[in-house]
C-alpha cells in the first residue's frame, strides 16, 4: 500500500525559505519509472502542478516558479524534499506531494496523493 | 506550455442527471489525460488516466473520451458523492497542467 505526508512548517514569514518534506512507503524512488511530485492549491483556487523528480534523478520544474525551487531525493529515506525560496504571501496555499510511475498503466498520472500540508505566509 | 480550457466552472446538477465536463489543450496531447476529483478538505483522487481508462475502485458510472484536444468526463448518473470539484491534468509534456476545476453542486 502506497502512501505519502508531506510535513513542514505552518507558517512563513515573507521571504523565508520554506522546506517541505514528502516521506513515503510502499514504493522505492529507486525503482524504474517511479516519481514523487508536488503540487499546490491556494484557498479556494485550482491545482498547481510545481515540480516532479524521477527514480534516475531527473527533475521538472513549473517555469513560473523555477528560480525558486528545487526538489531532492533521499532514497534511503524514502524522502523528498521541496524547498521554495522567497516566500510571498500569495505562496499561501495547502501543498501536496504524490505518486507517479511512467512504467504503470496510470503512467504520469497522480495515483496517490499525500493528505496535504497547509502553508501561510504572513509576517 | 500546454493551456487547458476547462468548463463549466460551475455546474449546477440534480441526482440522477447526466453531466458533462469539457477539458480542451491548446495543443493535441494524444491521451495523457487524467481526471480527478476533490471534495472539500480532501486531497485530490484519481479517476480517470490516459481519458478513457477508469482507476481501480472507480464506479462505472464515470467515464471519459477524447484524443488530440478535445477531452470529456462523463458522470451517467450522479449520485450524491459525486457532488465535488474535477480537475482534467495533462501530463503530455512538461510542465504539467491542470485545468482550473468544475464545481458540481446540489441543483
Known amino acids: 500500500q502506497i502512501t505519502l505526508k508531506e510535513s513542514g512548517p505552518t507558517l512563513v514569514k515573507p521571504t523565508q525559505t520554506l522546506t517541505l518534506t514528502c516521506t513515503f512507503s510502499?514504493?522505492?524512488?529507486?525503482?524504474?519509472?517511479?516519481?514523487v511530485g508536488w503540487i499546490r492549491q491556494p484557498p479556494g483556487k485550482a491545482l498547481e502542478w510545481l515540480a516532479l523528480i524521477y527514480w534516475n534523478d531527473d527533475k521538472r520544474y513549473s517555469p513560473s516558479l523555477k528560480s525558486r525551487l528545487t526538489i531532492t531525493k533521499d532514497t534511503s529515506k524514502n524522502q523528498v524534499v521541496l524547498t521554495m525560496t522567497n516566500m510571498d504571501p500569495v505562496d499561501t496555499a495547502t501543498y501536496y506531494c504524490a505518486h507517479s510511475d511512467v512504467v504503470a498503466p496510470h503512467g504520469g498520472a497522480f495515483d496517490i496523493w499525500g493528505q496535504g500540508t497547509m502553508v501561510t505566509v504572513s509576517s | 506550455a500546454i493551456w487547458m480550457t476547462q468548463s463549466p466552472s460551475l455546474l449546477s446538477a440534480s441526482t440522477g442527471d447526466r453531466v458533462t465536463i469539457s477539458c480542451r489543450m491548446s495543443q493535441g496531447i494524444s491521451s495523457y489525460l487524467a481526471w480527478y476529483q476533490q471534495k472539500p478538505g480532501k486531497a485530490p483522487e484519481l479517476l480517470i488516466y490516459a481519458a478513457s481508462t477508469l482507476q481501480s475502485g472507480v464506479p462505472s458510472r464515470f467515464s471519459g473520451s477524447g484524443s488530440g484536444t478535445d477531452f470529456t468526463l462523463t458522470i451517467s448518473c450522479l449520485q450524491s458523492e459525486d457532488f465535488a470539484t474535477y480537475y482534467c491534468?495533462?501530463?503530455?509534456?512538461?510542465?504539467?497542467?491542470f485545468g482550473q476545476g468544475t464545481k458540481v453542486e446540489i441543483k
Open positions: 510502499g514504493f522505492s524512488l529507486s525503482t524504474s519509472g517511479v516519481g
Open positions: 491534468q495533462q501530463y503530455y509534456s512538461f510542465p504539467w497542467t
